[in-house]
């Protein structure tokens, strides 16, 4: 029903061509139907007077190893990779918004291209400082963007008349900090519970073994009637966690006969990722009743 409604309305373009842009398209998952008809549309008759193409656009180079077989005939696609800005591109687009956001501040392109900043409110080496974070991160405009704008927040909020180098660093802290708790909570419950887990050692007991984060991750997993995963399963976990960031891992070796072995601490406080799982409603069911005290005493 919906992709005959797409080919009628595309059949009723007064056009020679059409490109289908999908922005963000590692989010279609599984169902990928979408990149399979719209492809094969001029040569399945769907549509006969404009021809169809789709771009994709994606920050993950991988999407293309989970579609399916169907779907990668049909593409015959060709990658255009677009590298990160760096801190020099950035400051350039950040001063590009700055004379838009900002009172008493001015921008002029000159004969090379580069933008030249004049400001009243934004002390030399905010923009800079601003790109250079963003550049070293992910060379994302839109981080850079957002740190700016964060800084000004902060100034703001202080009563400041101007944006100094103090007010980028702390609000580059506060960004950093919504960026963990963003990631966090789009984890998957399974991940969530592996994180109860280390939560449940009791202080000092960090850095744990995997035999002993499992035990708890299986009371916190029956507790909430989740199907419980086997410990090659957690341990592909943990290995994920650690991955983004949001773990420390640490070989042991106690030679021949204490042999060697991972432990896995959090490399992000732990009180951050206790306030991120109780805003889970199906994870919150575990911290009640504990009045913030997690141990095997509170199953």
Known sequence: MIFTMLFEELEKLDATHCLVVLDEIDAIGNDDDILYKLPRANDNGNVANTAVGVIGISNDFTFRDNLSARVKD?????????????????GN???QRASEAFHDTTVQEREDGEFELSSGILEDDVIPLCAAF??????????????????????????????????VRNAD?????????????RL???????????????????PAKRNRIYERYVLAAKRIDA???????????????????????REQNKGPKGGSYYEYEF??????????????GRIQELFEGT???????SF
């Open 227 to 249: 199907e419980v995963r086997t410990d090659r399963t957690i341990h592909d976990r943990l290995s994920q966690l650690t991955l983004k960031g949001f773990l420390d891992v």
């Open 74 to 90: 049909s593409l015959c696609d060709e990658e255009i990779h677009f590298p990160p800005y760096d801190a020099n591109k950035l």
């Open 173 to 185: 802290e506060v960004v950093e900090r919504d960026k963990v708790r963003e990631e966090l909570s």
């Open 188 to 206: 998957p419950t399974q991940s969530k519970l592996t994180l109860y887990g280390l939560l449940l050692l009791e202080e000092g007991v960090l």
């Open 291 to 297: 009045d913030g005290s997690m141990t095997l005493d």
């Open 267 to 280: 490399s992000i406080r732990a009180d951050l990722v206790g306030d991120v799982l109780q805003e889970d």
């Open 93 to 95: 687009i950040l001063k």
């Open 134 to 167: 963003a550049a070293q991160d992910s060379g994302s405009a839109r981080q850079a963007l957002k740190l700016l704008y964060k800084a000004g927040d902060m100034a703001r909020d202080e009563g400041s008349e101007r944006i100094s180098e103090g007010h």
